[in-house]
Every structure is written in C-alpha cells, then in structure tokens.
C-alpha cells in the first residue's frame, strides 16, 4: 500500500476531524506515474467494459483511455477496462466539462513546456492564449463593447461568458471519473450506479445525486488528482453514501456522492447527507494555510445549455505606461510550440 503525506491547512483542520468521524481514504489517483505500456497490456485481457459491460465480442478496446480526463490537465495514466464506444460517448460529456471551467483552463495552466488550452468566449468577440508566462488577449472587430480600456484612468471590463455547455453533461464527466477508480471489488455493489451514468433518464430516483459541492482556493495545482473516501463501517446512519469522490484541478476541488449502491436505496434518496472533506493538499513540503476561498454547491441536474459568466474587471497604473512597437507578429509566437 502506498502512503501520501499530505497537509491540510488551520481553517480546514475542525472541518477534517468532523469529515473522519464518517470517511477514511479508500484510493487515491495521482497523475504523475504514466502506465501506457501496462494499459495497453492490461486491454488485451480485458474481456468486458466496466461501464457498459459490453464483452469484447460485442465492443473494441483498441484507443487510449484516460482515467482522469485530459482536457483537465497533462496527465499519463490510463485505464484499461473502458471500451471504444464508451469512450466516445465520454468525450461528449468532458467537451461539456471543459466548457464549464472556461478560462481557469487557461490562466491556471502550470505545466512547464506545454502551451495552455485556449478560450473563446460564447459569442467569438474575445480570445484569450497563453504561453508560459505570457497572456494575449485579442477582440474581434470592434463593434462590440466586450473589451473596454480607460488607459487615463487604469481600468479595464472585459465581458466573457463560456462556450455552451449541459450542466447534467458536466455532472457525468465527473460521475464517470469517479466510477473509473472504485476498486473492483466495489464494482458489484454499483451496477445500478453504472447503469444511471449511461442513461439516467431510466433512473429519476437518482436525480438528487445530480449536484457537487465546489472548493475554490488560492492554490493552483499542474496536474489534477483525485480521491476516494469510503464510509466507515461504526457509521451505522444510513442516510451517509457509501462513497464520496473528491478531484481537484486547477484552483478548485468537486466533491460529490457515488450514486446507486445497493445499501443505499428506499427513503434515505431524498435526505442522504454528505459530509463535507477538507481541501487536501499534497505537497507538504510546501504547506499553506488560509487557502480555501469559500464553497458552494453546484445543481447540475438541468439538460438545458447555459453558460459562465467569466467577466473580469481591474485596475492598473497609469504612471509607468508605454507604446512599443513589436517587431513580430505576436500571433506567431503562441502558434510555435517549440
């Protein structure tokens, strides 16, 4: 068994005695460990899809398959029981989650070497890239007021909204994140979990899980990783899920209850309760406190298309400002990857 040393900050320590009370750690997904070759490996041998438990004589198990998505940041590891088809069908739901997170992708990108993921606001009138430390922001045209500068007085507005996005689409890349590293012998217990990811318009019972409490900090990670805390057994209350799914990425941390175990069914669905865990950091050399900006719970139950509102204003000074004339194409340089 591996241990991870980990920190957990002053203002988050009473709310971490509470949250052991109910959970201990179950497993943990970090991504810095890569496990191509033994993924591909591993796929040869699959016989059945852990999502759709199609065989292989009904399905392929030909393509890369992440186990946390890699539109949420560089990572190497790969699972190796999700068929082609699932695949697929999953994109569609991270499309929808990348949309949701809109320009953190961009500004909290860390990763030294790889060139941020871009934004483009719902209505196309802004863009933004960034390379290393440098963020270009471009308008298109100029008859819309999306970008406003006072240069005499040092204020800027710029109007973002995100790309599109389904909340119940963000709700089952997350789902499927989760499911993706609960430990095989746990799988038995979720069928019908597994069953509400792929169509959960079979399955209105479960439409209360449909939500995740968000974690914003001060603390930008590279690369994402996710937890899985498991009730403890002197819990007796039924109305605590058996399971509870923590990823951090970027800036932020989702939290959210496994939906559809077989001990958990009747009249607890309405009122089950989620005990909240604390923000985890895993860099103790390093540790940090009064990192935990606030928390609020996300209703991504809707099937309806909504956006972001991503806008920002600030303030700068005017004193030092200067003209300068580039002698190259600013473009050029975030199309060159080198």
Known sequence: MKTITVYIGKEDRTLAETFREFYEPYAYQGTL????????????????????KKSRAETTFSQDTHLISKLLGKNTYYSHDECDTCNQQFRLFENDLAAYLGTSRVFNHMIAGTSAPGFESANGQIKIKKKNDLIWLEKKGDRHDDLKIDLKNGKAAIKMETQLFRPENVYKALLKMAMGILP???????????????????????????????????????????????????????????????????NLAFQLALPGHREFHGTTLQGYRMAIAPYIQLNSAEPHDGVVRGRKVEDLRSTEQKSNDHSMHFEFPTENLAAVQLDFDIGELFKNKS
């Open 184 to 250: 095989e012998i746990d799988r038995p217990d979720y069928n019908a979990g597994f069953k509400f990811l792929l169509h959960m318009e079979n399955y209105p019972e479960l439409t209360c899980f449909k939500r995740a409490l968000l974690t914003e900090t001060d603390i930008v990670i590279a690369r994402p990783f996710a937890q899985l805390f498991k009730k403890l057994e002197s819990v007796t209350d039924e109305r605590f899920p058996q399971h509870l799914f923590c990823l951090s990425v970027g």
């Open 33 to 52: 460990e890569g496990n191509l070759r033994e993924s591909r490996k591993l796929k040869k041998e699959t016989m059945a899809c852990r999502f759709c």
